[in-house]
């Protein structure tokens, strides 16, 4: 492909970039998102899932891509054609390449002199250079690779959505691809800005997100009271993380088997009566620690005492038990 060659674009083109490349569908609506061209689609495979498909964006952008190509295709095949994964880098290295794609895809579009493109070299360069500072932030927020790619998606989007409004280019407002001040933020570890809720990491620790007033691109006040909204709904989830009380006790016939249902032990997921008693105590054995492997209640867990490993003669009892109940499973 051309964009492989000659500009070194080195990414599974998906689809939806390739189309939106293809269209010159830039952007759309949903301005705190990022749209269709977008450095989230230009990832290697190890990256993380972005969540769900963007399914409103990809099929607009089939229809675009059909009637703009004047190709013999059927809604299906374009749908096919544009459908994609956005992912999310884990790494600042990763975030490096998403962004290092979009800069030659943005020389390809616009030249490389020009603004958009030298202001995401900008970051691309101070990334290389403070690697060990990218690293380190992603050490303690693990969406601060995610971060990055999207100030720059973000910057480059408004700019283009000014440019479509603008009658000249005296008109578009440039300031957002001002990097100077986030880069500054960056090196000090100051830097900080909101991330959709699609676009977090899944294990994220408690919300850092501060105010990003400070990130040198003012976003308009809607937006700002959308993200608002956005901080708050993730302020009333619970912030204690799950904790797990994991069986290391090597006892296969107490346990579930690999790629067995836990339906076919306990149907409906009711656990028959007459559950061991635990080690010669009152307590009943928890199923899902002695059976599942791994209890999600822990220390919450009703029977939560028998979390530990099974005597030679609750095990045994145990494992008559289990054993009871997949039979009576596999007849009813
Ligand atoms: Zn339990």
């Given at each position: 492909m051309h964009l492989v060659n000659s500009y070194r674009v080195d990414a599974n083109l998906t689809g939806l970039a390739t189309a939106a490349i293809y269209a010159m569908h830039l952007c759309w609506e949903g301005s705190d998102m990022p749209s269709n061209f977008t450095p989230f689609y230009l990832y290697r495979q190890s990256a993380a899932n972005y969540g769900d498909n963007n399914a409103d964006g990809s099929n607009n952008l089939a229809a675009s891509l059909k009637a703009l190509s004047g190709a013999p295709l059927s809604d299906i095949e374009a749908k096919k054609l544009t459908a994609a994964k956005m992912m999310r880098p884990n790494t600042p290295d990763e975030a490096l390449y998403m962004l290092r794609n979009f800069y030659r895809i943005c020389c390809m579009i616009w030249g490389k002199a020009t603004k958009i493109s030298s202001s995401i070299l900008d970051v691309t360069n101070h990334l290389t250079a403070n690697h060990l500072i990218y690293d380190q932030v992603t050490q303690t927020d693990p969406n601060f690779p995610t971060k990055v790619v999207f100030i720059v998606n973000q910057a480059v989007q408004q700019v283009i959505r000014s440019a479509l409004n603008?009658?000249?280019?005296?008109?578009?407002?440039?300031?957002?691809?001002?990097f100077g001040f986030t880069l500054r933020q960056i090196q000090t570890r100051q830097f900080n800005c909101f991330l959709p809720?699609?676009?977090?990491?899944?294990?994220?620790?408690s919300a850092t997100t501060l105010p990003s007033s400070s990130s040198g691109k003012e976003p308009d006040e809607k937006q700002q009271q959308k993200k608002k909204q956005r901080k708050s709904d993730h302020d009333e989830k619970p912030k204690d993380r799950k904790k797990l009380a994991t069986n290391t006790q090597d006892l296969p016939c107490a346990r579930i088997k690999p790629n067995e249902k836990w339906d076919a032990i306990f149907p409906k997921g009711k656990v028959p009566p007459g559950i061991p008693k635990f080690n010669g105590s009152d307590s009943q054995c928890c199923t899902k620690y002695?059976?599942?492997?791994?209890?999600?209640?822990?220390?919450?867990?009703?029977?939560?005492?028998?979390h530990a490993a099974l005597d030679e003669k609750t095990a045994s009892k145990y494992c008559n038990y289990i054993s009871e109940c997949r039979k009576n499973a596999s007849s009813s």
């Open positions: 603008a009658k000249d280019c005296s008109e578009v407002d440039w300031t957002a691809l001002d809720k699609a676009l977090h990491h899944q294990k994220r620790s002695h059976t599942g492997g791994a209890c999600n209640k822990a220390d919450m867990c009703p029977r939560a005492k028998s």
